[in-house]
């Protein structure tokens, strides 16, 4: 198995370091002997001492917020009815799909439409008269 020769030499200055130059043990440094907290106990006494006026000025008169609102250009908004006719107008190319769609295979849909709905609204108009026919058929018969 070959070595490298960067990891050899880094070994070797690792023991001749621990070897020759560095203690058994290995210890913090003494701290030196003040109190802060002395210090700054009697720095905040000396401060509360003092009178507020020395600390605080308030002579100042404090600037008043100026509010300035301009309107460059008057914005155009549609009216209703112009806003629908913008939404709902077809284009040419759909008004064109929808008469195709309307003769599809030559035949009138919107006529013929309109027919069966009158014809349906007929039925309906002679199922309720039957109705009545049988009701009031119905009571001349009870009544006898």
Same mark, same amino acid.
Not at 52 to 66: G, N, W
Not at 87 to 114: K, M, N, V, Y
């Given at each position: /198995?070959?070595?490298?020769? @960067?990891?050899?030499?880094?070994?070797?200055?690792?023991?001749?370091? =621990?070897? =020759?130059?560095?203690?058994?043990?290995?210890? &913090? &440094?003494?701290?030196?002997? %003040?109190?802060?907290?002395?210090?700054?106990? +009697?720095?905040?006494?000396?401060?509360?001492?003092? +009178?507020?006026?020395?600390? @605080?000025? !308030?002579?100042?008169?404090?600037? =008043? *917020?100026?509010?300035?609102? $301009? =309107?460059?250009?008057?914005?155009? /908004? @549609? +009216?209703?009815?112009?806003?629908? #006719?913008?939404?709902?107008?077809?284009?040419?190319?759909?008004?064109?799909?929808?008469?195709?769609?309307?003769?599809?295979?030559?035949?009138?849909?919107?006529?013929? $439409?309109?027919? !069966?709905?009158?014809?349906?609204?007929?039925?309906?108009?002679?199922?309720?008269? %039957?109705?009545? *026919?049988?009701?009031? *058929? #119905?009571?001349?018969? %009870?009544?006898?």
């Amino acid at each position: /198995m070959a070595t490298c020769p @960067l990891r050899t030499a880094c070994v070797l200055a690792a023991f001749c370091a =621990v070897a =020759v130059g560095i203690p058994a043990r290995i210890e &913090a &440094a003494p701290q030196q002997e %003040n109190h802060p907290a002395a210090d700054s106990v +009697s720095r905040i006494k000396r401060e509360l001492e003092r +009178s507020p006026a020395e600390r @605080l000025k !308030l002579d100042l008169q404090l600037p =008043v *917020a100026t509010f300035r609102a $301009t =309107v460059e250009q008057r914005r155009y /908004m @549609l +009216s209703f009815a112009e806003w629908l #006719q913008k939404e709902f107008e077809l284009t040419p190319f759909q008004r064109q799909s929808q008469e195709w769609r309307s003769r599809c295979c030559g035949i009138d849909l919107a006529g013929l $439409t309109h027919t !069966l709905d009158r014809a349906l609204q007929r039925r309906e108009t002679r199922k309720i008269r %039957n109705q009545i *026919a049988r009701e009031l *058929a #119905q009571l001349e018969k %009870n009544r006898k």
